[in-house]
């Protein structure tokens, strides 16, 4: 019997929409019954990560717990977070689950070195995400080269990231250009969407380039994980 996905949101609410819809899009389905059970708490209580953890902003684990324990209530087989700073406390909810934790960061950085060997990774990602060291850790692990952005472009990436978060709809796409500029200049050869409004953001803004989106990382591999066939 094909298992349960069980999706801890709401970090934030549309994020966790888009990993929805991945999901269902990357399932090799042929009808409705071919699709996973997918259960999702959207928590839009919980507190901001990055504040957290920069800023000794409230502490977001106690509302994760909560969602992590409606999830396991419902039965499910594995539990995914659409947030990658989230991940920066993955070890607390570890010590608390009674199911597996999928990792968004180690599942990323095992596919940009299938798909980008040799290559050198731009990793884009909120201020925390980046400055706790979390992709920088994971992609190290996994033999995989990276650049991060400079003050003023982790300015421009927060920013979006945040516009985003209100519900804005992004039309200027200079910002986002003269960035991947700058970071082609200091060595990156293609993305990562390391913060999960950022893989909007470039639907929105369409920029070119070669990225990888931590979402349908994610998504592929809860799938699988559960049993279910994956588009190639």
Do not use: W
């Given at each position: 019997m094909k298992g349960t996905i069980g999706i801890l949101g709401g970090m934030g609410p549309l994020a966790t929409a888009d990993l929805f819809r991945k999901i269902v899009l990357m399932t090799d389905a042929a009808c409705d019954n071919d699709h996973?059970?997918?259960?999702?708490?959207?928590n839009a209580r919980i507190p901001d990560r990055t504040r957290a953890i920069l800023e000794g902003g409230a502490d977001p684990v106690p509302e994760m717990l909560s969602a992590l324990e409606n999830l396991e209530?419902?039965?499910?087989?594995?539990?995914?977070?659409?947030?990658?700073?989230?991940?920066?406390?993955?070890?607390?909810?570890?010590?608390?689950?009674?199911?597996?934790?999928?990792?968004?960061?180690?599942?990323?950085?095992?596919?940009?070195?299938?798909?980008f060997p040799g290559k050198t990774a731009g990793v884009w990602g909120t201020t925390g995400t980046l400055k706790s060291g979390l992709y920088t850790r994971a992609l190290?692990?996994?033999?995989?080269?990276?650049?991060?952005?400079?003050?003023?472009?982790?300015?421009?990436?927060?920013?979006?990231?945040?516009?985003?978060?209100?519900?804005?709809?992004?039309?200027?796409?200079?910002?986002l250009a003269?960035?991947?500029?700058?970071?082609?200049?200091?060595?990156?050869?293609?993305?990562?969407?390391?913060?999960?409004?950022?893989?909007?953001?470039?639907?929105?803004?369409?920029?070119?380039?070669?990225?990888?989106?931590p979402t349908a990382e994610l998504a592929r591999a809860a799938l699988s994980y559960c049993g279910y066939r994956v588009k190639a």
């Open positions: 996973a059970r997918v259960i999702i708490d959207s209530k419902c039965g499910v087989s594995c539990v995914i977070m659409p947030c990658n700073t989230a991940h920066y406390f993955i070890d607390r909810l570890r010590a608390c689950a009674n199911v597996p934790f999928i990792d968004m960061l180690q599942v990323t950085a095992e596919r940009c070195a299938e798909l190290d692990k996994a033999g995989v080269k990276s650049v991060l952005p400079d003050e003023e472009s982790q300015q421009v990436l927060m920013d979006l990231i945040y516009r985003v978060k209100g519900g804005e709809t992004l039309r200027d796409r200079a910002p003269s960035l991947m500029a700058g970071m082609h200049e200091a060595g990156a050869d293609y993305f990562i969407l390391g913060c999960t409004e950022l893989p909007i953001v470039v639907e929105q803004l369409s920029p070119p380039g070669d990225f990888v989106d």
